[in-house]
């Protein structure tokens, strides 16, 4: 049996980069290439670069008009004009025409009177007046250009402009990755996966990354979980490459082979980063090139390459690393840490108000989506312990600050209705990207109270009235003025497997324990309603096998009970149908977005009152199924019910 690694110890990341940094030689690693300037856009200089020729290089007429000798106009006044001949005491030039001999200025065209053989002039010319001259802008023999400059695309101009044709620029960085592992599946056959199998993606993330960076990337097929089939690819790879990315293999398991090869090959710098995601980053050398094991799980993968590889690359390639715009953010939600390791925490980011909100995104390490869905994040320090509700912090953000303007952000209960508004609203003439993060019903309320959201959707039953949300909202949110939009009527139950094998018929068939129930997490109106209907049936959730077991959204729901990890569990009818599973159903439930008055006139709100008030939404509701949609777009008010 195979033993488990060991980390040998996590240091902070700038340990690690420094670590890799001083152990690498760059001068003799990079090597420098000529290339032709036209071609060398965001190249990097090896070394200064000195102008061949002036530009100009010669005196040239800055304007059109007349060539003059300008002592010879001195006598020049208003109302005494001086008549000069033409082709002798001036001579006609255009912009860029070399300066005739004996001549020192240039009379601009719409300052002289025309006469046919003479002009006529009412003010003296100065010397050099309307002249480029030689070597006005570049000078022969000067430094253009110092080394580990970037090009930009103005310098091509320079260059150009002073006979240079060929540059030194340093070459490239070669990077190439390797994904390992018996599971993995090349993208590029297009596999569908069984259980125990994965598309392989990170190549791709860290192909874009590296692009970014203007790094030349290589991604060979995948390597089986073998220690000799690892070491040859490597070694292959590092013949062309000044970096070699082991892909997954790098953690503590039985079959992570990564930091065993390194050693083998070269020498071991790094075993583990003191950041979570990305702690099982290693790093090393062989032959004077950096040997890198990344993290399988995706999240980590990407916090290996834009904490550890970013900073190292730049530093090869000799330009800056790059930063992020950075503001501060409100945040949504408590976000607890364990103190002794840095956390990266992705966000949902929107501007509410005068400020930005966030929202903390689920923290796994191989949900890349939850980095499809943020705008940015923020770091939680090794000796905190998390941040607080309410709390400002500091967010690096994916894209400029601008983006936020156009964030709708909504907290609240989850429906799969809001991804149809999130479609819709971005295929309008200004798109409006709608960021929902899945709280619940009172989460969305908590949200609107201390204004980290611009809506929130919310289904809360009170069975004292029999009305929804408004009960709620007068004992949550005293004193705050809010509109309340249905967005429709939808139809909850029990999501069962297809064909509904135990014959669940309903909350009875959770009493005595034998069915396995999947529940929403507290706070949600789904939740509330469950409690409702087994206090109602009599049953205490004690009996119910597994009620203490939660979900953030219906369609986790619908999945647990599409792969058997539950037999059931209460959703809408939307997502069991989504993956084709049998609905028991249990009640009708308005589901109603709640709007802040002091933003019911912000343009991205007024273009979700728009679209709720059009037939197109209404039509797309409708076919999700489980919908009704005759109050869709309506103001709701108290006592209004289903209707």
């Known amino acids: 049996m195979s033993k488990r690694n060991i980390y040998l110890k996590t240091i902070p990341v700038h340990e690690a980069v420094a670590t890799a940094i001083a152990a690498l030689d760059r001068e003799t690693l990079v090597k420098p290439e000529s290339v032709p300037v036209h071609e060398a856009l965001n190249r990097v200089t090896s070394e200064a670069v000195h102008a061949r020729c002036s530009s100009p290089t010669y005196h040239s007429a800055a304007m059109d008009g007349y060539a003059v000798k300008s002592d010879t106009t001195f006598s020049a006044r208003e109302g005494q004009p001086l008549d000069l001949i033409k082709n002798n005491t001036c001579i006609p030039v255009n912009t860029g025409n070399a300066l005739p001999e004996g001549m020192d200025a240039v009379i601009m065209i719409e300052n002289i009177v025309d006469n046919g053989d003479s002009v006529s002039i009412e003010a003296p010319a100065f010397p050099w007046q309307h002249v480029r001259r030689i070597g006005e802008d570049i000078v022969a023999t000067e430094m253009l250009l110092p080394r580990n400059h970037s090009i930009s695309a103005f310098d091509l101009g320079a260059l150009l402009s002073a006979g240079i044709y060929e540059i030194k620029v340093h070459e490239k960085i070669r990077m190439t990755f390797i994904p390992t592992g018996d599971e993995i599946l090349p993208f590029a056959d297009r596999p569908t996966p069984e259980p125990g199998e994965v598309i392989e993606s990170n190549s791709q993330v860290f192909r874009s990354l590296a692009l970014g960076l203007d790094v030349e990337f290589k991604a060979t097929s995948p390597v089986r979980d073998r220690e000799d089939l690892l070491a040859k690819a490597v070694e292959t790879a590092l013949q062309n490459s000044h970096i070699v990315v082991i892909g997954a293999g790098s953690s503590a398991g039985s079959k992570d082979f990564t930091s065993k090869t390194i050693a083998q090959l070269g020498t071991l710098l790094v075993h583990g980063i003191a950041v979570m995601p990305g702690k099982p980053t290693v790093l090393g050398t062989a032959n004077n090139k950096l040997l890198v094991g990344a993290p399988g799980y995706p999240v980590s993968a990407v916090v290996c390459f834009e904490d550890v590889l970013t900073p190292i690359i730049s530093w090869l390639s000799g330009k800056p690393t790059p930063e992020r715009e950075k503001v501060q953010v409100r945040l949504a939600r408590r976000t607890p840490s364990k103190p002794g390791m840095e956390e990266i925490v992705r966000l949902a980011v929107g501007k509410v108000g005068e400020g930005y909100a966030g929202v903390p995104l689920a923290r796994g390490a191989g949900m890349i989506t939850t980095l499809t869905k943020a705008q940015g994040f923020t770091r939680v320090p090794a000796e905190s312990e998390g941040i607080e509700l ?73 069975p004292e009235s029999g009305d929804f949300n408004f009960p709620f909202l007068t004992k949550y949110l ?90 059931c569990g209460l959703g809408i009818y939307a997502a069991a149908k989504a993956l084709d599973l049998g609905f028991v159903p249990l009640a009708h439930e308005r589901y109603d977005l709640v709007i802040p008055d002091k933003y019911i006139q912000d343009r991205r709100i007024i273009s979700l009152i728009n679209l709720l008030k059009s037939d197109k939404i209404k039509k797309a509701v409708s076919e999700l199924g489980g919908y009704e949609t005759p109050l869709t777009g309506e103001i709701m008010k108290p006592g209004m019910g289903l209707g």
């Open 390 to 462: 309410n709390e400002s912090v500091e967010v690096e953000l994916f894209s400029g600050k601008q983006t936020l303007e156009t964030i709708l952000m909504h907290v609240g209960s989850h429906d799969n209705t809001l991804d149809l508004l999130g479609d819709i609203l971005m295929g309008g003439d200004t798109p409006i990207r709608l960021v929902s993060t899945h709280a619940g019903s009172m989460g969305g309320l908590a949200a609107l109270k201390t204004d980290v959201a611009l809506f929130a959707g919310v289904h809360l039953f009170d």
């Open 478 to 567: 005293p004193g705050v003025d809010v509109t309340v939009i249905n967005l429709a009527i939808r139809h909850q139950g029990f999501i069962v497997p297809k064909g509904n094998p135990l014959n669940i018929i309903g909350i009875e068939s959770l009493r005595d324990g034998k069915v396995s129930f999947i529940n929403r997490q507290r706070g949600a109106g789904t939740r509330i309603l469950f409690d409702y209907h087994l206090d109602k049936a009599d049953i205490l959730p004690t009996l119910v096998k597994g009620y203490d077991r939660e979900e953030y959204t219906h369609m986790a729901v619908a999945a647990n009970v599409l792969t058997g990890s539950a037999d």
